[in-house]
């Protein structure tokens, strides 16, 4: 049942670049408004993560008796396309791309943000230093919009995928206090832990085994954020694309050009590594 849900939703993603149509999240955003008078921080959070995840496990438990269980399972493909990333990865990074070829470094600042606002506060500056932040935006957005959310689906099913993409939200929502937003992404950390590294494994994997495995070990116990894990493990499972000390010039523009392009292609491999794990697992 979960394969065939994830391959619907993969499908779909494919059709729409995004789960865009299902991804309205202003009922959130009024329930954090609603919220947001509650004193106690544990229970601002307890109303914002648990109720909907209790309230979509038992709506599932109460639909999987009727119609032998389609209502459950259509539920179910709508809830893992709401639970995916937000906007089309494709599409952002193609924009980004085009910027930096064309030597718009500001174009392309502006771009990457979308990836991710506090993986791009080098600035404009220092082109390097920028190239670098937006790969690991990649790394961590590739894990984030699909690995995570399925890995999770997967797990616990539904309520599980929901609960991921709550607590990630929560942690980079404005509207919430800064104590919420930590408190969230230390528990989102957590929840990271375990399919952050086996996404790295699929790296190894996938691409070059030696030095990948290698990476993999040594993040094994390690405490760095997601991002800083998956870059390295990544990187390492990949040929050297940018140049020793080459900062600037056409080669490393292009070099780092075809740097990003190889990430992608390595989270898309790593994902249909997984993939197919699932459905061997579905078959036994």
Wanted: overall charge negative; glycine content about 8%; proline content about 4%.
């Amino acid at each position: 049942m979960e394969f065939f849900a994830i391959l619907i939703a993969w499908a779909a993603v494919q059709f729409w670049g995004s789960g865009g149509v299902v991804q309205q999240d202003a009922w959130f955003e009024r329930l954090q408004l609603l919220t947001a008078k509650i004193p106690a921080s544990a229970a601002r959070l307890l109303v914002l993560f648990a109720l909907p995840v209790i309230a979509i496990f038992v709506i599932l438990w109460l639909l999987s008796p009727l119609l032998f269980g389609l209502p459950a399972f259509l539920l179910s493909v709508i809830i893992l396309l709401y639970s995916l990333g937000r906007g089309d990865f494709q599409i952002l990074l193609k924009l980004y791309l085009n910027s930096w070829q064309r030597g718009d470094l500001e174009g392309a600042f502006q771009h990457g943000r979308g990836f991710s606002t506090e993986l791009c506060e080098s600035g404009i500056d220092n082109a390097s230093q920028l190239h670098v932040s937006i790969r690991k935006a990649v790394f961590y957005q590739g894990f984030e919009r699909w690995f995570a959310v399925v890995f999770w689906f997967v797990l616990l099913g539904p309520a599980g995928a929901l609960a991921y993409r709550l607590l990630f939200m929560l942690a980079g929502s404005e509207r919430q206090p800064q104590q919420d937003r930590d408190r969230a992404a230390n528990a989102l950390f957590y929840l990271e832990w375990l399919p952050v590294r086996l996404l790295g494994l699929a790296f190894a994997i996938v691409a070059n085994f030696d030095t990948g495995i290698s990476a993999w070990r040594q993040q094994l116990r390690s405490e760095q954020p997601s991002a800083e894990v998956l870059d390295d493990i990544g990187m390492q499972a990949l040929p050297t694309f940018v140049p020793e000390g080459q900062i600037d010039g056409e080669l490393f523009v292009k070099s780092a050009a075809d740097e990003l392009l190889a990430v992608q292609h390595l989270l898309s491999r790593s994902l249909l590594c997984w993939i197919c794990v699932v459905a061997v697992l579905q078959l036994l």
